[in-house]
């Protein structure tokens, strides 16, 4: 396999895009996390306040109902729409159409939500963020990828990637396994590990950011923010994936010196994702 594109800070630097001084929530795009079920309501907070924390204008988040009074009480700037159901989400119904779209941490596998998953993908026509238990759904229904809107990102950790591709025997043939699944799906593939690599056909990115602090529950959850976000604010997935990555990335770096590789929590990542965009000099002094 050739070598990977390396996703530095000079490749960054084409693609962020500072925020207009004219700017207003209205122009910094409306974001959706369809996300949480009872006992993983964490997730849903993770995703959405990363997503916010990424700049984009509004936030509106899809859950069931026991994740309400949560949403509402920790993260006040966030939007709350629920689901019909107490405990797991059995009709996704939006209020709005929003640009972007991010879905699945914590939502479960119940039969009801996958049901509501299938009647998503077969009516959205949104920028798309698929993760977690949504990966884990489509896994056992990969037809299912035929419905999603082309460059639809898809973030599998190593579990999730071999559920959807299946096993391998090497790291060459876990990137070809990827790569053709990135071909006949039209998705691209963010490869979370150590490093992170992105996947979008034939074309293979590497992470230059991020370390062994990112290894901690719910870091995935506030990288799907991220990406969520970024697609909301206009971003294109291709270049949506790997700001993402590298900010996500960047602030484990950062922050490592005060917390080493053991007290990271993927609180950490959202604390320090304004230290992150800094690093990439957009603001005056």
């Given at each position: 396999?050739?070598?990977?594109?390396?996703?530095t800070?000079?490749?960054?630097?084409?693609?962020?895009?500072?925020?207009?001084?004219?700017?207003?929530?209205?122009?910094?795009g409306h974001?959706?996390i369809?996300a949480?079920s009872?006992?993983?309501?964490?997730?849903?907070?993770?995703?959405?306040k990363?997503?916010?924390?990424?700049g984009?204008?509004l936030v509106?988040t899809f859950?069931p109902?026991?994740?309400?009074?949560?949403?509402?009480?920790?993260i006040?700037?966030?939007?709350?729409?629920t689901d019909?159901?107490?405990?797991?989400?059995?009709?996704i119904?939006?209020?709005l159409?929003p640009?972007?779209?991010g879905?699945?941490?914590?939502?479960?596998k119940?039969l009801?939500?996958?049901k509501a998953?299938?009647e998503?993908?077969?009516?959205n026509k949104?920028?798309l963020v698929l993760?977690?238990?949504?990966?884990?759904?489509i896994?056992?229904?990969?037809?299912?990828?035929e419905l999603?809107?082309?460059d639809t990102i898809?973030t599998?950790?190593?579990?999730e990637l071999?559920r959807l591709?299946?096993?391998?025997?090497?790291?060459?043939?876990?990137?070809?396994?990827?790569?053709v699944?990135?071909?006949?799906?039209?998705?691209?593939?963010v490869m979370?590990g150590?490093p992170t690599f992105i996947i979008n056909?034939?074309s293979?990115?590497?992470?230059t950011?991020g370390?062994?602090?990112?290894?901690t529950?719910g870091?995935?959850?506030?990288?799907?923010?991220i990406?969520?976000?970024?697609?909301?604010?206009g971003y294109?997935s291709?270049?949506?994936s790997?700001?993402?990555v590298?900010?996500?990335?960047?602030t484990a770096?950062?922050?490592?010196?005060?917390?080493g590789?053991?007290?990271?929590?993927a609180?950490?990542?959202?604390?320090?994702l304004?230290k992150?965009f800094l690093?990439?000099g957009?603001?005056?002094?």
């Amino acid at each position: 396999m050739k070598s990977p594109y390396l996703i530095t800070k000079e490749e960054i630097l084409k693609i962020y895009k500072p925020v207009n001084p004219q700017a207003h929530k209205g122009t910094q795009g409306h974001a959706v996390i369809i996300a949480g079920s009872y006992g993983k309501v964490g997730a849903a907070v993770l995703a959405s306040k990363s997503c916010l924390k990424s700049g984009c204008g509004l936030v509106t988040t899809f859950i069931p109902k026991c994740g309400y009074q949560i949403l509402q009480i920790s993260i006040p700037e966030v939007m709350t729409v629920t689901d019909e159901n107490t405990n797991f989400i059995t009709n996704i119904h939006l209020p709005l159409t929003p640009q972007a779209i991010g879905i699945g941490p914590g939502i479960g596998k119940e039969l009801g939500t996958q049901k509501a998953l299938f009647e998503f993908l077969r009516i959205n026509k949104v920028p798309l963020v698929l993760d977690a238990d949504a990966l884990n759904i489509i896994s056992e229904n990969l037809s299912w990828l035929e419905l999603i809107p082309e460059d639809t990102i898809l973030t599998p950790h190593p579990k999730e990637l071999e559920r959807l591709i299946g096993k391998w025997n090497s790291e060459s043939e876990k990137f070809q396994k990827t790569i053709v699944f990135s071909e006949k799906y039209k998705v691209i593939v963010v490869m979370k590990g150590a490093p992170t690599f992105i996947i979008n056909r034939t074309s293979v990115y590497e992470n230059t950011t991020g370390n062994a602090a990112l290894a901690t529950a719910g870091s995935g959850d506030t990288l799907t923010g991220i990406l969520t976000s970024l697609l909301a604010q206009g971003y294109e997935s291709k270049y949506a994936s790997k700001l993402g990555v590298y900010l996500h990335g960047l602030t484990a770096d950062l922050a490592l010196t005060k917390t080493g590789y053991e007290s990271f929590t993927a609180s950490t990542i959202i604390k320090y994702l304004g230290k992150a965009f800094l690093e990439l000099g957009n603001v005056p002094i």
